[in-house]
């Protein structure tokens, strides 16, 4: 199986390496043989995602192309292919949700300061209080819950976990309705109700995460259980994708 990892590769950011290893355990834990491409924000194409049987939104924002990583997650949202999206990806899911579901064209995150801006992620509320000068508002280790009968539940089981994060931007609370509306399920929230992952329902797995499991895989030293759930969705995905291929073939030379 092929994975694309959309995102703009940093080997001095721990998250980049952090997510190619972390995806090359998760698959041996399977049993599984993964091969694994970063697909650069600028460089994102109908024929790269194509190539891929599954997809990552890596974390990294701003990114070079933000149109590049929207065009991605509405790719594999609209064409049904596996999305795992975490930080700056999940964060990059509502925006693209709000844009071309809920047709407001300038929805976007604070991070880019960009002008008339409908801003959908702004800074996060609650800091972290023991942390580094130069550490984001929320890094480390963080309480959250998982909603029950979610496709997140089903890959990490509901309740609460502490799970790993990096970043200093999260979604706005007044848009929870409206993420809603776009058709992303909430699946997890943090200690006071801030949203921390959503999914879309009736999607094979389309699940975007706040949260950076990669981090706390590299960490434990351990497949992390969503990610073993991407990428077993991942192989699936790509077998039946071969299976169609062979029987359209069959069926044109008879």
């Not at 959309?6 to 997510?19: F, I, K, L, Q, R």
């Not at 091969?35 to 990114?63: H, K, M, N, Q």
């Not at 929230?189 to 706040?210: D, K, S």
């Amino acid at each position: 199986m092929r994975i694309g990892i959309v995102g703009d590769y940093n080997p001095a950011t721990e998250s980049h390496p952090a997510t190619t290893s972390a995806l090359f355990l998760a698959a041996r834990a399977n049993g599984l043989t993964a091969d694994i491409e970063w697909i650069s924000t600028p460089r994102v194409t109908e024929g790269a995602l194509l190539r891929c049987d599954g997809l990552f939104a890596a974390p990294g924002s701003p990114y070079r192309s933000a149109g590049g990583m929207l065009a991605a997650l509405q790719f594999a949202r609209e064409r049904m292919r596996p999305m795992l999206a975490t930080c700056g990806g999940f964060q990059y899911t509502l925006i693209e949700a709000v844009r071309n579901v809920l047709g407001i064209a300038n929805a976007d995150t604070a991070e880019n300061n960009t002008p008339g801006a409908v801003n959908v992620i702004t800074p996060v509320v609650c800091a972290v209080e023991q942390r580094g000068e130069q550490d984001p508002k929320l890094v480390g280790q963080a309480k959250l819950t998982v909603v029950p009968d979610t496709q997140l539940a089903a890959a990490m089981g509901p309740g609460e976990h502490f799970e790993g994060f990096f970043c200093n931007y999260e979604p706005a609370a007044e848009w929870l309705p409206r993420f809603t509306e776009a058709g992303l399920r909430a699946n997890a929230h943090g200690p006071q109700g801030e949203l921390r992952g959503v999914e879309i329902t009736g999607h094979p797995f389309f699940i975007a995460t706040l949260f950076q499991p990669q981090l706390t895989s590299k960490r434990s030293g351990r497949p992390h259980p969503l990610l073993v759930a991407y990428v077993n969705a991942v192989n699936e995905f790509g077998t039946n994708e071969k299976k169609a291929a062979r029987k359209a073939a069959r069926k044109t030379a008879s």
